[in-house]
């Protein structure tokens, strides 16, 4: 029984410590991905025609890289630590239930997580249908607003 205990003691421990030990070398890694991926678009600007820099200006461009690729490191570093989190977390639960020799709990406990796709799936689908109509109104309806703001502002001028 106090072994028990202290199998499920231990990997709360480790399921604890894993997220905080995951953030320093996450982050330095982070760094490096946001460097390249600012090489690789800067490279594929270096491609372009003059006909693109003369219809859109060079400061928006350079504030879209640094703007979008902060963004997508910062989606991106969480959902690696909570993926590696969780990994760990179900394979130290898994051998512990192994350990404990406890196969019907193994059984019952990981079925679920199959069947948990096929029942999230639909649902998933329909948000993201719902949520695209709403911000593409959303979209449209600003898009008209800062239209009317600037012609309004040219004519005032």
């Known amino acids: 029984m106090i072994q028990n205990i202290a199998l ?4 709360a421990l480790l399921s604890g410590l894993l997220p905080s030990q995951c ?3 996450l982050s330095m890694y982070h760094r490096f991905i946001e460097f390249d991926l600012k090489n690789e678009i800067y490279q594929h600007y270096q491609r372009l025609s003059v006909n ?30 909570y993926s590696i989190n969780t990994v760990a977390l179900f394979v130290i639960v898994i051998s512990t239930w192994s350990v404990l020799r406890l196969p019907n709990d193994v059984c ?11 029942s999230v799936e ?10 695209a109509r709403i911000l593409s109104k959303l979209s449209a309806f600003t898009q008209e607003d800062v239209q009317w703001y600037w012609n309004h502002k040219s004519q005032c001028d």
């Open 52 to 81: 693109f820099y003369k219809n859109n200006r060079t400061g928006d461009l350079m504030n879209r890289i640094s703007d979008d690729v902060s963004k997508v490191r910062m989606y991106f570093g969480p959902a690696l630590m």
């Open 122 to 131: 639909p649902i998933d689908s329909q948000a993201q249908y719902y949520c």
């Open 108 to 118: 019952v406990g990981t079925t679920p997580c199959c069947h948990c796709h096929l």
């Open 23 to 25: 953030v320093k070398p």
């Open 8 to 11: 499920i003691v231990g990997a």
